[in-house]
């Protein structure tokens, strides 16, 4: 998987690069393309308006009836302009430029071999003859008369993607979903990665959990069998206890499992009531003070809040201070020392700060703490145990609430988690 998960994203990568680049490429030619056609049909107007110019003169001269030949020789020897009118020829300019697609304001005008106009449009502008389209009007061979007209087209530098406006669109849009797809996919895979070391941690850390009960148990079993044991009445009690609490201490880790897996369904009903906040923290405080004693810690109370009403689920909300404080004592290197405070805030809320000075945490651990099952890093710190739901369980319950938690951390230096939720009056 270590191999082949790099091998897909670059494989990924290649792929969108290089569709990018033949839909950029394509954009590319498809615009060249339009410009040469865009060229083509000026070059057909060009001609179409000399052929159609030497008709008008022709017709001009009521000369209907000569042969092909004879009117080439007509032409090479007398055509010229100057015979037409000013409305005539600018009738058949325009008309050639829209038979061709060609519908831009335009100028003219048409040079003598003198460069003297014979017929110039008012917008014309003698000094940009040059960039403008040209074409002879009288035939290569002739000697006489050698008159060129101009145009001068107002291009506009956006009529092409305007004409491929729907197509670029599409090729934007359709890119754009491709590179969606793209991130969607490489997230995507990034997740299963993430949840497949995630569940490789939960099975190892549920092996071991359930591994050392399970050894207790089998030891006890087997000294009951014993000779010696089967007729002390005080080694049975002993040993029947310690099956029962190592029992006891497996069923607690299944809820555990069992409880995140409700949780994820959205099926834990909370059973409301009135709740002193001051009593539970009292309560629950009462039974962890001798784990915090044994490692010669502290824990002090600073309950100030004036209005510790709120209305919880007792159960759930007991569970909510006790993994808090659970936490601070397993993530504590030294001798854990423990602050829980309440206050009232101004909005009607009550916070609740538990404060240690635990190992801390870095901005990797504090975006991902309260994930299901992720375990910070302990570094050198080995007696830390569970599965990683305690804090994932106690963000939901609270937010079952209505409230909400917030974590302030500095590795080495502790942290603060904050509970806040909201009160009720007193009865």
């Known amino acids: 998987m270590k191999k082949v998960f790099p091998l897909i994203v670059v494989l990924i990568t290649l792929s969108v690069i290089g569709i990018l680049f033949i839909q950029m490429s394509w954009i590319n030619n498809a615009l060249k393309l339009k410009r040469e056609e865009f060229q083509h049909e000026i070059e057909n107007a060009l001609i179409q308006i000399k052929d159609d ?6 017709d001009n001269k009521t000369l209907i009836m000569l042969t092909k030949g004879a009117r080439e020789s007509f032409l090479r020897d007398n055509f010229t302009t100057q015979k037409l009118s000013e409305e005539e020829v600018r009738q058949i300019i325009d008309k050639d430029l829209r038979r061709n697609n060609i519908k831009l304001p335009y100028e003219y005008t048409i040079l003598n ?43 506009d530098k956006n009529l092409i993607f305007r004409e491929m406006g729907w197509m670029i669109a599409a090729s934007i849009v359709f890119t754009c ?7 969607v996919t490489v997230r995507t895979l990034f997740n299963q990665k993430k949840l497949s070391e995630i569940k490789s941690d939960f099975i190892n850390n549920m092996t071991h959990e359930l591994k050392t009960p399970l050894a207790t148990i089998s030891l006890a079993i087997d000294a009951l069998t014993n000779e010696k044991v089967i007729h002390d009445a005080d080694k049975i009690k002993i040993y029947s206890s310690m099956i029962k609490e190592e029992n006891k201490r497996m069923n607690k ?25 001051h009593q539970i923290i009292a309560k629950v405080t009462d039974n962890i003070s001798l784990q915090v004693q044994e490692k010669n810690g502290g824990l002090s109370l600073k309950l100030n809040a004036t209005n ?13 201070i006790f993994n808090l404080l659970d936490n601070a004592m397993k993530y504590s290197t030294a001798a854990p020392q423990i602050i829980v405070e309440t206050l009232n ?14 190992i801390g945490m870095d901005k990797e651990t504090l975006s991902r703490i309260f994930e299901k099952f992720y375990r910070a890093h302990t570094g050198n710190l080995h007696n830390v145990k569970g599965f990683g739901l305690g804090l994932s369980y106690v963000k939901a319950i609270v937010e079952a609430h209505e409230g909400k938690i917030r974590v302030e951390s500095t590795p080495g230096k502790g942290s603060i988690f904050t509970v806040i939720l909201p009160t009720v009056e007193k009865a």
């Open 177 to 183: 979903i491709i590179i969606m797809a793209f991130a």
């Open 53 to 58: 110019l030497q008709s008008k003169f022709i």
């Open 253 to 277: 880790q299944v809820e555990k499992i069992l409880q995140a897996a409700r949780l994820e369904k959205e099926e834990i009903k909370l059973n409301l009531q009135k709740l002193d906040v």
């Open 308 to 320: 510790p009403i709120i209305e919880a689920d007792e159960v759930h909300f007991s569970n909510i």
């Open 345 to 358: 805030t101004g909005n009607g809320m009550l916070s609740i700060k538990i404060k240690d000075n635990g």
């Open 113 to 155: 071999i003198f460069q003297t106009p014979l017929f110039i449009s008012p917008g014309f502008k003698l000094q940009e003859s040059a960039s403008a389209y040209q074409k002879d009007l009288n035939n290569p061979d002739s000697d006489m008369n050698q008159e060129k007209l101009y145009i001068s087209i107002n291009e």
